[in-house]
């Protein structure tokens, strides 16, 4: 009956004991389980949040690329404006005095020098800094191009040009058209660089 007794015990021991293993390895499974579902989801919250930050950055490059490329058109265009404006009013030098003529052309001429003035500004607030330096010596370039048929004009006003006015307009003329090419040709590869540039970060 002991001995009976003691097997019967012993046997709902083990049971006991077989169970709690059991259970045991069972919960550390399931810990187990679970740290590395959170491991996971940890791992694909930050794979999520580079992907949104690259996306983020990719978007935000796309802008500023257009944002340069609109300044940097702007400021051309603008350029050309005045030069074709400042020829016009050059152009007067070849006809007699007319106040009223010089007034018109000479006011739409100093408008486009300002306006190419302003778009340089907007340059300069886009960059980067090679560019603003070069869209800065452009417009100036721009600005000292209206300097020589103005000057002639103001002579032609007191009389017919001599040839040798004629020929120190011409001359003059000649210089600050060169200096304007030339602060364009400097401009134009600096600005492509940095749009190219600007696009080899997004890919």
């Not at 021991?13 to 919960?27: D, E, F, K």
């Not at 499974?29 to 940890?42: D, K, P, S, V």
């Not at 017919?160 to 000649?174: D, M, V």
Request: glycine content about 4%; some cysteine.
């Amino acid at each position: 009956m002991a001995s009976s007794l003691i097997t019967t015990v012993i046997a709902i021991c083990g049971t006991l004991l077989g169970s709690g293993l059991t259970a045991l390895t069972a919960a550390r499974t399931e810990r187990r389980r679970n740290e590395a579902l959170e491991r996971q989801q940890i791992r694909e919250e930050a794979a999520r949040d580079r992907t949104q930050r690259r996306e983020l950055r990719v978007e935000h490059q796309k802008w500023r690329r257009d944002r340069r490329q609109a300044a940097y058109q702007s400021l051309m265009d603008a350029a050309h404006e005045a030069q074709g404006a400042i020829w016009q009013l050059g152009r007067l030098t070849l006809e007699p005095f007319d106040q009223h003529r010089y007034d018109i052309r000479r006011g739409a001429a100093i408008d486009a020098v300002r306006a190419t003035r302003h778009a340089a500004d907007a340059v300069q607030l886009e960059g980067p800094a090679e560019v603003a330096q070069a869209a800065e010596e452009y417009a100036k370039a721009v600005d000292r191009h209206i300097a020589p048929p103005v000057e002639a004009l103001i002579q032609l006003s007191h009389g017919p040009l001599s040839e040798e006015q004629h020929e120190r307009y011409r001359s003059t003329a000649a210089e600050t058209n060169a200096l304007v090419e030339s602060c364009q040709q400097r401009f134009v590869p600096l600005a492509r660089q940095a749009l190219d540039e600007l696009i080899e970060d997004i890919d």
